[in-house]
T-cell receptor, first 115, second 109 residues
Framework: DTGVSQDPRHKITKRGQNVTFRCDPI?????LYWYRQTLGQGPEFLTY????????KSRLLSDRFSAERPKGSFSTLEIQRTEQGDSAMYLC?????????????FGPGTRLTVL | DQQVKQNSPSLSVQEGRISILNCDYT??????FLWYKKYPAEGPTFLIS?????DKNEDGRFTVFLNKSAKHLSLHIVPSQPGDSAVYFC????????FGPGTSLSVIP
């Protein structure tokens, strides 16, 4: 049973550096989501893809953030010129895309620490 | 402005007793609701869901109740087990999933 996988699991970087995270969804799922979670909060939506098309971006996603899903398979989330406020858990989820009753399945997350 | 609220940040329950986790939402357009469970260092795991055409859904020890007029749902766990200790997120699916802040459940042996 291959669930959603994310790489790396942990990333420590210095302020101003660029970082890139990868997400591999469940293979038959055509929707892929990125969330950010900080301590004491639930996951906050960042963006999502339907196949390779990026359909929505949250206002939380500043122009330093970019996400791609080439060929509708894996996805990458890049943060440029990282800031200490970017420190968080970045979660990826995928779903079959069944409209209203669409359940998302999450990966283990990438914990980013910006020093 | 939080659209999904979980007003109890934490809850402690004795093993074998019932755990009741509560959730309130603000938008009457929401029509599909989910509960996720999260252990430390792991991503959230889907637990149970309910659509607005129902007022109750059961799966083993877990039951979710929906009161649309009150915009309230609750998750009941009976009997509670120590392995249920985790953070529970209430969420609504409305073109994207909106999560509440979570309730940390501790089941005491």
């Amino acid at each position: 049973d291959t669930g959603v996988s994310q790489d790396p699991r942990h990333k420590i970087t210095k302020r101003g550096q660029n970082v890139t995270f990868r997400c591999d969804p469940i293979s038959e799922h055509n929707r892929l989501y990125w969330y950010r979670q900080t301590l004491g909060q639930g996951p906050e939506f960042l963006t999502y893809f339907q196949n390779e098309a990026q359909l929505e971006k949250s206002r939380l996603l500043s122009d330093r953030f970019s996400a791609e899903r080439p060929k509708g398979s894996f996805s990458t989330l890049e943060i440029q010129r990282t800031e200490q406020g970017d420190s968080a858990m970045y979660l990826c989820a995928s779903s079959p895309g069944q409209g209203m009753a669409d359940t998302q399945y999450f990966g283990p997350g990438t914990r980013l620490t910006v020093l | 402005d939080q659209q999904v609220k979980q007003n109890s940040p934490s809850l402690s329950v004795q093993e074998g007793r019932i755990s009741i986790l509560n959730c309130d939402y603000t938008n009457s357009m929401f029509d599909y609701f989910l509960w996720y469970k999260k252990y430390p260092a792991e991503g959230p795991t889907f637990l149970i869901s309910i659509s607005s055409i129902k007022d109750k859904n059961e799966d083993g020890r877990f039951t979710v109740f929906l009161n649309k007029s009150a915009k309230h749902l609750s998750l009941h766990i009976v009997p509670s087990q120590p392995g249920d200790s985790a953070v529970y997120f209430c969420a609504v699916s409305y073109d994207k999933v909106i999560f509440g802040p979570g309730t940390s459940l501790s089941v005491i042996p």
